[in-house]
Each structure stands twice: as structure tokens, then as C-alpha cells.
């Protein structure tokens, strides 16, 4: 629940603004002081932790069905995975761990796919689903609500949103490992020339818009009473918003990083990846926090207020 102290300052402004311009200042200052209030920073990084333990199984899964797509999208396909398994992680990964890694993907990708894949989905889900528990419980304090669900009913909510975002990922895998190419494999060379462009306009915002509606689905479920879908969107679009430029400086923190041949060097890609989860956390702690607070300013008809947390 917000402090009062954090937020005297946003009381003070607001009163000074004309009457017209203050809920154009008080949500933004109002999600600002109740993001401090609720302990986001802090929340993110007990979400950043649970995500980064899964972290080696997820990799192992995502290995384990890049083998499988390989077969499946052709020598273009085969091309574009490969560059993306073992290049890419050259740009930023030391010598000798990358030796270690390319070992340990020719031999997921080669064989034992379905075996690797099953450990790694049984141990995603396992420690997954504790980062999304935390997730859900944030989303309560957000709204500054009592959540009514017992204990086993949030615990399954977790793993059931665990579950159904490994299967997102999966089934989204392929669009991504080849991005806006994918037409050149299932069109004809007439239709491709016609389309290409198109596709290289829309891709991207349309998997933008596609991780909208996913963040919004998010917010739905998760908080503590049913939520009107369209509700949700403002926060997951501020969500995506604040992804996209923490992407943007970790990605020039990298490049700047990598220039230098000493230790920081070395370490600068497992604090890009640290980094890069806390940042996804907070921006989707920050997302519940603003659509709680249009709640709160607005509320709807059935917001339970009897579910309201005492001071």
C-alpha cells in the first residue's frame, strides 16, 4: 500500500496544477510514488533470481527444440539457426566459455533432443513458476488488495502460466529464429517478392503488438479479481515500452563493454544477462503498477473493495 510520506509530494504539485491538467500528472506520479511505496526494485529482483535459476534448464529446453526445428525449416532455416546457436553467443561470450557452451549445444542439437528437452521443461517449470508466483503476488500489492485465492490455487496459477509460456515460446521459436525470411520458405518466389516488404514492415510491430496482448492476458489472470481485459493493455503497453529501452542500453552497454580486453570484459555478459531479467521484471512490476493505479482513479463497477488491504 502506498506510503503517505512517498506520496505527499504528488499531493502537492497536484494542487497547484490546474484542474484540468492534473490526471494528466497524477497517473504517471501516482505510479512513480507507488512503485517506491510497493518495493518494486526489490520485488523485481526476487523475480530476477527465480528467473535467473531456470535460466540453464530454459536453455537446455530451447536447444532441445531448436534441434527439431532445424530438420523442419530446410537448409535456409538450418542456415539461420545455426548463426543464431553458435555465432551470436560468440559476440559476447569468453573463449573458454563458449567452448564449453558449443560443446554442449552439437550435442543437444545432435541427439537426445526429446530427453533433454523433457529435464529441461520439468526443471523450467519447477523454478519458473516460483518467479511467476512472486509475479502474482506482486500484482496484489500492487492494487493494494488481500488476495481471497488460497495458497495451492495461486501456486497452480503460477505453474499453469509457467507452462503456457514455454509453450508460447516454442511455438513462437521458429517466426523469431527466422524473423521476416519466413516468407521466402513457405511462398512462392512471386508471392515473396511481392510480400517481402510488408513483412519486413510489419514484423516487428506485430510481434510487439503480440507481446501486448500476452502481458495484457498476463495482467488479467493474474490479479486478485476478474479485470477487465482491455484494462490491462495500458500496463503492458508501458511494459514493452520500458523492455525496449533497458534492450536498447544494455545493448550499447555491451558493445562498449566488449571493447575492453580486461576482466570487466569477461564479465560483462553475465551482468548483461542479469541485467536484461531484472529489467523484464521491474518493467512488468511497473505495467501492474500503472494499470492498478487507473483503478484506482477510476475504478470500476465491481472492483472489490472489500478486499481493500488496512493501513
Same mark, same amino acid.
Given at each position: 500500500?502506498?506510503?503517505?510520506?512517498?506520496?505527499?509530494?504528488?499531493?502537492?504539485?497536484?494542487?497547484?496544477? @490546474?484542474?484540468?491538467?492534473?490526471?494528466?500528472?497524477?497517473?504517471?506520479?501516482?505510479?512513480?510514488? $507507488?512503485?517506491?511505496?510497493?518495493?518494486?526494485?526489490?520485488?523485481?529482483?526476487?523475480?530476477?533470481?527465480?528467473?535467473?535459476?531456470?535460466?540453464? &534448464?530454459?536453455?537446455?529446453?530451447?536447444?532441445?527444440?531448436?534441434?527439431?526445428?532445424?530438420?523442419?525449416?530446410?537448409?535456409?532455416?538450418?542456415?539461420?539457426?545455426?548463426?543464431?546457436?553458435?555465432?551470436?553467443?560468440?559476440?559476447?561470450?569468453?573463449?573458454?566459455?563458449?567452448?564449453?557452451?558449443?560443446?554442449?549445444?552439437?550435442?543437444?542439437?545432435?541427439?537426445?533432443?526429446?530427453?533433454?528437452?523433457?529435464?529441461?521443461?520439468?526443471?523450467?517449470?519447477?523454478?519458473?513458476?516460483?518467479?511467476?508466483?512472486?509475479?502474482?503476488?506482486?500484482? &496484489?500489492? &500492487?492494487?493494494?488488495?488481500?488476495? @481471497?485465492?488460497?495458497?495451492?490455487?495461486?501456486?497452480?496459477?503460477?505453474?499453469?502460466?509457467?507452462?503456457?509460456?514455454?509453450?508460447?515460446?516454442?511455438?513462437?521459436?521458429?517466426?523469431?529464429?527466422?524473423?521476416?525470411?519466413?516468407?521466402?520458405?513457405?511462398?512462392? @518466389?512471386?508471392?515473396?517478392?511481392?510480400?517481402?516488404?510488408?513483412?519486413?514492415?510489419?514484423?516487428?510491430?506485430?510481434?510487439?503488438?503480440?507481446?501486448?496482448?500476452?502481458?495484457?492476458?498476463?495482467?488479467?489472470?493474474?490479479?486478485?479479481?476478474?479485470?477487465?481485459?482491455?484494462?490491462?493493455?495500458?500496463?503492458?503497453?508501458?511494459?514493452?515500452?520500458?523492455?525496449?529501452?533497458?534492450?536498447?542500453?544494455?545493448?550499447?552497454?555491451?558493445?562498449?563493454?566488449?571493447?575492453? $580486453?580486461?576482466?570487466?570484459?569477461?564479465?560483462?555478459?553475465?551482468?548483461?544477462?542479469?541485467?536484461?531479467?531484472?529489467?523484464?521484471?521491474?518493467?512488468?512490476?511497473?505495467?501492474?503498477?500503472?494499470?492498478?493505479?487507473?483503478?484506482?482513479?477510476?475504478?470500476?463497477?465491481?472492483?472489490?473493495?472489500?478486499?481493500?488491504?488496512?493501513?
Amino acid at each position: 500500500m502506498a506510503d503517505p510520506s512517498v506520496g505527499s509530494w504528488v499531493h502537492r504539485v497536484d494542487a497547484r496544477l @490546474p484542474r484540468r491538467l492534473r490526471p494528466v500528472w497524477r497517473l504517471p506520479a501516482r505510479t512513480v510514488a $507507488d512503485s517506491l511505496a510497493d518495493r518494486v526494485p526489490g520485488l523485481a529482483a526476487e523475480v530476477a533470481f527465480f528467473a535467473l535459476l531456470s535460466l540453464p &534448464a530454459l536453455l537446455l529446453m530451447l536447444l532441445g527444440s531448436l534441434g527439431f526445428l532445424a530438420e523442419a525449416l530446410g537448409p535456409q532455416g538450418g542456415a539461420e539457426l545455426s548463426r543464431l546457436v553458435f555465432e551470436v553467443p560468440r559476440t559476447f561470450l569468453t573463449p573458454g566459455t563458449y567452448d564449453s557452451y558449443s560443446d554442449v549445444a552439437k550435442d543437444v542439437l545432435s541427439e537426445g533432443r526429446a530427453g533433454v528437452m523433457s529435464f529441461g521443461v520439468l526443471l523450467s517449470l519447477w523454478s519458473g513458476s516460483r518467479a511467476a508466483a512472486r509475479l502474482i503476488d506482486t500484482v &496484489a500489492i &500492487a492494487y493494494d488488495l488481500e488476495d @481471497p485465492r488460497p495458497i495451492w490455487h495461486r501456486r497452480l496459477l503460477a505453474l499453469g502460466l509457467t507452462l503456457g509460456g514455454l509453450i508460447v515460446g516454442i511455438a513462437v521459436l521458429p517466426i523469431l529464429v527466422i524473423g521476416p525470411q519466413i516468407v521466402g520458405l513457405i511462398a512462392s @518466389p512471386s508471392v515473396e517478392q511481392a510480400a517481402s516488404g510488408l513483412v519486413d514492415l510489419f514484423f516487428w510491430p506485430g510481434m510487439s503488438l503480440l507481446v501486448v496482448l500476452l502481458l495484457a492476458s498476463f495482467y488479467h489472470v493474474a490479479a486478485p479479481w476478474k479485470t477487465p481485459w482491455r484494462r490491462d493493455l495500458p500496463g503492458a503497453v508501458l511494459t514493452v515500452v520500458i523492455w525496449m529501452l533497458a534492450a536498447a542500453g544494455l545493448r550499447l552497454y555491451v558493445t562498449f563493454s566488449l571493447r575492453d $580486453d580486461g576482466v570487466f570484459a569477461q564479465l560483462a555478459a553475465p551482468l548483461a544477462v542479469v541485467l536484461w531479467l531484472y529489467a523484464t521484471a521491474f518493467a512488468v512490476l511497473v505495467g501492474a503498477e500503472l494499470n492498478a493505479e487507473i483503478e484506482k482513479m477510476w475504478p470500476h463497477r465491481d472492483f472489490p473493495w472489500h478486499l481493500r488491504r488496512s493501513s
